[in-house]
């Protein structure tokens, strides 16, 4: 069955430092989403990109963060200038569509940043 | 408010009980409502949809009342296997999905 992969599967960094975080989507997906979860707290929506532009936004995804999908596999999360509280589960999603209201999101494992 | 609210218990429960979550929402204007499962530090995965007439999986009952802004989750003969977080989900017309804080489930035999 197919599924979306992440690497790594857990970052450490010094704050401060630069950090991408990578995923590839289901093959056939077009619509590709980035959450958080920071521990012990909810999942947190981030951006979401479609078409090699970005779609929508959440007030977290400040000018530190970007995305960017490099190449036809591959859709990263840049965050250029880490901070403590950046320490959080990241969770990439992608989906085939977004017509049809129980469209599946199909979620990575995530990866585990640190940031120290 | 909190977009989507649950009680976190954690809900502890014997072996083949019964157990219901129940979740708001308070955005009238969401779309669809899902039901996700999380293991400790996994990604979350879909358990099931949420449709306005209710449905049912197997041991799991989802039901929506858009009214009152109220969706539940209900599961029956409870396995080991269930415990997890249930997490509460919402989506609106932008397609992003919003999540509850997520309700733990304890399993014991």
């Known amino acids: 069955e197919p599924e979306v992969t992440q690497t790594p599967s857990h970052q450490v960094t010094q704050m401060g430092q630069e950090v991408i975080l990578r995923c590839v989507p289901i093959?056939?997906?077009?619509?590709f989403y980035w959450y958080r979860q920071i521990l012990g707290q909810k999942v947190e929506f981030l951006v979401s990109?479609?078409?090699?532009?970005?779609?929508?936004k959440s007030e977290i995804f400040d000018d530190q963060f970007s995305v960017e999908r490099p190449d036809g596999s591959n859709f990263t999360l840049k965050i250029r200038s880490t901070k403590l509280e950046d320490s959080a589960m990241y969770f990439c999603a992608s989906t085939r569509t977004d017509r049809g209201l129980y469209n599946e999101q199909f979620f990575g494992p995530g990866t585990r940043l640190t940031v120290l | 408010r909190k977009e989507v609210e649950q009680d976190p218990g954690p809900f502890n429960v014997p072996e083949g009980a019964t157990v219901a979550f129940n979740c708001t929402y308070s955005?009238?204007?969401?779309?669809?409502f899902f039901w996700y499962r999380q293991d400790c530090r996994k990604e979350p995965k879909l358990l099931m949809s949420v449709y306005s007439s209710g449905n049912e999986d197997g041991r799991f009952t989802a039901q929506l009342n858009r009214a009152s802004q109220y969706i539940s989750l209900l599961i029956r003969d409870s396995k080991l296997s269930d415990s997890a977080t249930y997490l509460c989900?919402?989506?609106?017309?932008?397609?992003?999905?919003?999540f509850g804080s997520g309700t733990r489930l304890l399993v014991r035999p």
């Open positions: 990109f479609y078409n090699n532009e970005i779609s929508e």
């Open positions: 093959s056939n997906h077009l619509y």
């Open positions: 989900v919402v989506r609106d017309s932008s397609y992003k999905l919003i």
């Open positions: 955005n009238s204007a969401s779309q669809s």
